[in-house]
Each structure stands twice: as structure tokens, then as C-alpha cells.
């Protein structure tokens, strides 16, 4: 099965970075840092359920792939998400061919849909204005193989250009939950993505644990490093504050999941 997995993750990819310009096939890993610098790995090596900061070519191109993905696969649903003003309207040939091909299709959107975009018994579409979905690029494929991309657009910082964060995944139960969270907000059940900002957070602890982790081991390795060169200097009232240091330190690791754990069930602040 893992197998099997990693074969449908270098498929993907191979077919994302196909369709992403050879000058951007990058992608910047999220909550990640080394020395202070963002760290950056190449399209072909990005993992699932990892956290990315996507360009919009990226996030497209992840978004088409899916798609394309779900229509090889003959049956089961498909549900897409439109957060760009005029992007349904350029897709609905697209969509009308996927129908075919697919127990069901669901769009969402904000807005009426155009008369081109006729729904049936295929084709079928959800008006996602002013729920928590308008902010979310979602291709979501339940079919034989399932598969998820979905990313959350992001305002623009400044000198930055506007990007998403997010991840792609096929795991079944995940992609299961995200898709409850879809029809709970649908149905006005639910303000906001919970899975999602479940999996962003805890991401993100990980992510700072990490970083404090490396960062003390660092320091360490240079404290054993000069011990090592000038032990007449490691005197039991040094070594005795180097244990004290070490023990402080992991009490500070502890509160990171522990305010991250307070965090669970806030409302989120709009950044």
C-alpha cells in the first residue's frame, strides 16, 4: 500500500510541475526555517500533508491535476471550489466533459452560476458566499482513489504577492473529515474549515518545537565542543548550570503544545 502511495504522489507531482513555469517550481515549506530564512524545496519532492505556501501558478496547477486525476478514475464525486471572479465561467466545457466521466460533480462558488453552467443529475451547484469556503481552493475527489488538494488564500503582506497556504493528500479518512467540514459550512452548520485549522496548528507547533529543539542542540554542541578543548573549565558550578539551562529549556518546549492545545476552539483572527 505504501507502495502504491508513493507512485500516486510521484505521478501527481510529476504531472503538477509539468504544468507550473520551470522558473517557479518551487515551493516554500510552511512555519519552516532555517537561520531565519525560509526554507525552499524543489515541486518534485513536496510531501502530502505537509503544509506549503503556494504561488497561485502552483496552486492551479495542483488544483487541474487533481481534477484530471478524478476523471481517470471513471466514477465516484468530485467537489471544486472557485475563489477567483470569472474562473467557473473559463471552466465550464471542462466541467461539463468531467461530468461525463463522474457519478457527480459539485461546484462552489460565490454567486448565481451562469446559464452556461446547467445543473442535472451530474452537475451540481452550491452559492459559498459569505461562508468560510470563498477563502478556499478546494479540488476534492472521492473516487476510487481518493485524493484532496486544498489551500487557503491569504491577503497580501507587504512586497509580497497574494499566495495560499495548504496541502494535497490521499488519505482516506482525512480526506473524509474535510468533506464533512465542506457540508457542515454548506449547510450553515459550521463558521470555519475545522479540520483544516486543526491540521494548520498542530503543523505549526511541530514546526516551533522543532526550531527550538535544533536551536538548543546547537548551543549544546558547542558547549560539549569547548569542553572538550578546555575541560579545566567545566567546573561542577558550570556543568551543575548547563543541567538547570537543559531542564528550563524542556519546561519551555512543554508550554508550546500547551498554549497551542488553549488555541483549539478559539475563533481564528482574520489576518
Not at 507512485?7 to 507531482?13: F, K, Q
Not at 478514475?73 to 461525463?100: K, P, V
Not at 457540508?183 to 463558521?191: K, N
Request: proline share 4%.
Amino acid at each position: 500500500m505504501a507502495t502504491k502511495a508513493k507512485t500516486i504522489w510521484r505521478e501527481l507531482l510529476v504531472d503538477v510541475q509539468r504544468r507550473v513555469p520551470a522558473g517557479q517550481r518551487l515551493v516554500q515549506e510552511a512555519f519552516t526555517s532555517d537561520h531565519h530564512h525560509p526554507v525552499m524545496i524543489k515541486l518534485n519532492e513536496a510531501t502530502p500533508e505537509s503544509f506549503y505556501w503556494f504561488e497561485e501558478s502552483t496552486a492551479c496547477a495542483f488544483f487541474d491535476a487533481v481534477v484530471d486525476w478524478a476523471m481517470r478514475q471513471s466514477g465516484g464525486q468530485l467537489t471544486l471550489s472557485y475563489t477567483a471572479a470569472g474562473e467557473l465561467q473559463a471552466q465550464t466545457h471542462r466541467l461539463q466533459h468531467a461530468a461525463g466521466k463522474l457519478e457527480r460533480i459539485r461546484v462552489l462558488a460565490v454567486g448565481r452560476p451562469s446559464k452556461d453552467v446547467a445543473q442535472g443529475a451530474r452537475l451540481e451547484y452550491a452559492n459559498i458566499a459569505r461562508t468560510a469556503l470563498t477563502r478556499y481552493r478546494l479540488a476534492l475527489a472521492e473516487t476510487r482513489t481518493p485524493l484532496l488538494f486544498i489551500a487557503r488564500e491569504e491577503p497580501a503582506r507587504r512586497n509580497q504577492r497574494p499566495r495560499s497556504l495548504g496541502f494535497f493528500s490521499g488519505d482516506a479518512e482525512l480526506i473524509s473529515e474535510i468533506a464533512e467540514d465542506v457540508e457542515a459550512v454548506l449547510h450553515g452548520q459550521a463558521r470555519k474549515m475545522a479540520c483544516f485549522e486543526r491540521l494548520e496548528l498542530l503543523h505549526e507547533t511541530t514546526q516551533q518545537v522543532a526550531r527550538e529543539l535544533e536551536s538548543y542542540s546547537r548551543r549544546m554542541e558547542l558547549a560539549v565542543e569547548r569542553a572538550r578543548r578546555r575541560p579545566d573549565l567545566l567546573t561542577p558550578a558550570r556543568f551543575e548550570r548547563i543541567v538547570t539551562q537543559a531542564i528550563a529549556k524542556m519546561e519551555q518546549l512543554k508550554e508550546i503544545p500547551r498554549r497551542a492545545l488553549q488555541k483549539v476552539g478559539k475563533p481564528r483572527r482574520q489576518q
